[in-house]
T-cell receptor
Framework: QKEVEQNSGPLSVPEGAIASLNCTYSDRGSQSFFWYRQYSGKSPELIMFIYSNGDKEDGRFTAQLNKASQYVSLLIRDSQPSDSATYLCAGTGGTSYGKLTFGQGTILTVHP | GAVVSQHPSWVICKSGTSVKIECRSLDFQATTMFWYRQFPKQSLMLMATSNEGSKATYEQGVEKDKFLINHASLTLSTLTVTSAHPEDSSFYIC??????????FGPGTRLTVL
């Protein structure tokens, strides 16, 4: 079983809709979770991170964390074609070095 | 935000040669740097973790004698791919973190071994 799993996708949504990206993790020691966006041929860029149960909002993005269910999600409101990318979920285990374990990624396409 | 650079951004080399990739944190001191490899249509796979002044910790299945990592200062780590072969062709990405939780990623280096 992979430590971090993402819904397989690809996910296609119309412009203006809400895109929902999901991630589950197996290591209960994981403390922080990160959502990255990666455009083709580029390195990942951080969208947001979350470490407390509940919701965290930043502009059009909302991250949700449920430690009891070991579930992390990212909602993108008012999706734009420029949001089309691969979204990577990553978690840190209980290590002091903060090593990240990445999910396999979900490809999101926002069509006009 | 914190900036991490990588050099070169791309490199093409002949099979059997060695290639060095540099990773620099430009505006902060990186206590820890990470090296990842990403094959097409796959996610990032951590290769090794390096702390300044100490030996790198390699992930299972990564040959430490083939992928030499040096973290000589708080702003520079290097990855040397020794005796490169076509199967080493990949996108190599470094990241750096200070004492906080966030990792800052470099732009990546695309290696092609002929």
């Amino acid at each position: 079983q992979k430590e971090v799993e993402q819904n397989s996708g690809p996910l296609s949504v119309p412009e203006g809709a809400i895109a929902s990206l999901n991630c589950t993790y197996s290591d209960r020691g994981s403390q922080s979770f990160f959502w990255y966006r990666q455009y083709s041929g580029k390195s990942p860029e951080l969208i947001m991170f979350i470490y407390s149960n509940g919701d965290k909002e930043d502009g059009r993005f909302t991250a949700q964390l449920n430690k009891a269910s070991q579930y992390v999600s990212l909602l993108i409101r008012d999706s734009q074609p420029s949001d089309s990318a691969t979204y990577l979920c990553a978690g840190t285990g209980g290590t002091s070095y903060g090593k990240l374990t990445f999910g396999q990624g979900t490809i999101l396409t926002v069509h006009p | 935000g914190a900036v991490v650079s990588q050099h070169p951004s791309w490199v093409i080399c002949k099979s059997g040669t060695s290639v060095k990739i540099e990773c620099r944190s430009l505006d902060f001191q990186a206590t820890t740097m990470f090296w990842y490899r990403q094959f097409p249509k796959q996610s990032l796979m951590l290769m090794a973790t390096s702390n300044e002044g100490s030996k790198a910790t390699y992930e299972q299945g990564v040959e430490k004698d083939k992928f030499l990592i040096n973290h000589a200062s708080l702003t520079l780590s290097t990855l040397t791919v020794t005796s490169a072969h076509p199967e080493d062709s990949s996108f190599y990405i470094c990241s750096a973190k200070d004492r906080g939780n966030e990792q800052f990623f470099g732009p990546g280096t695309r290696l092609t071994v002929l």
